[in-house]
């Protein structure tokens, strides 16, 4: 009996001390403070851009017969973007957006001017018969290369600023007139295969994007056309 007695307390008395043991080393271990990052390591998105257009040249008088119309130039672009993270923090995060997009610059002509080539330079002339619109549409394949940093919480959910190259995919002139008659034809006009500019965008929570783009080449090419730039801006869907 006594002989049983010692042998019970002996593994009570071992089990409470590999239990505080157990205990003390718990507690004095560190304690991992990783959390899983806030922001995905790669998102993909289809964006829309719906915006306006209009010429910029280095000083006013480069635009000067040149005008478009205000709200009737317009600018559309359909992407498939791809967000990738870079750096994460507590309250903000460093990205790199990227990916493939098509744009249409649709340059709305004001008044009743119609564009043309001849003698190897792009005319902006008047037509002889009262024109309805008149425009010149300009299609580009771009790469965006926008590094980005994205807030965890606020009214503003990014800020994007960086780059793009582009390509010519096609180009056309349509005119109608006041009586209903369409034309449109294709061709160059003398219009530079590539584009590149910079370009900025912010995001609001639960309103949508604005964005800005400023092309740093000309939209023809040196000695063919005026030497006027692209400026689109407008919302992101």
């Not at 718990?26 to 998102?43: E, F, G, Q, R, Y």
């Not at 994007?209 to 080449?217: G, H, K, M, R």
Request: with cysteine; hydrophobic share 40%.
């Amino acid at each position: 009996m006594k002989r049983s007695l010692i042998a019970f307390a002996t593994v009570v008395l071992s089990t409470a001390a590999l239990s505080a043991f157990a205990q003390i080393s718990t507690d004095t271990l560190p304690v991992s403070t990783t959390t899983k990052p806030w922001m995905p390591a790669h998102k993909s998105d289809l964006e829309i851009s719906l915006g306006l257009n209009t010429f910029a040249g280095k000083n006013a008088q480069m635009t000067n017969g040149y005008e478009l119309r205000p709200l009737g130039s317009r600018f559309v672009s359909l992407g498939a973007m791809h967000r990738f993270r870079i750096v994460n923090g507590q309250k903000a995060a460093l990205a790199l957006k990227t990916g493939l997009e098509v744009s249409w610059n649709n340059f709305m002509l004001e008044g009743n001017r119609v564009i043309s080539t001849t003698g190897g330079q792009v005319s902006f002339t008047d037509s002889d018969v009262p024109l309805a619109k008149s425009k010149l549409t300009v299609a580009y394949l771009n790469i965006p290369v926008m590094p980005t940093v994205v807030f965890r919480k606020g009214a503003v959910s990014h800020i994007s600023l960086g780059g793009y190259a582009g390509m010519r995919l096609d180009s056309y002139t349509k005119t109608k007139t006041q009586s209903g008659s369409k034309d449109r034809d294709h061709g160059r006009y003398y219009v530079n295969n590539f584009r590149y500019g910079v370009g900025m965008s912010v995001g609001f929570r639960c309103v949508g994007t604005v964005f800005a783009e400023y092309d740093l080449n000309n939209v023809f090419e040196a000695g063919k056309g005026p030497q006027v730039s692209a400026v689109n801006f407008g919302i992101r869907l």
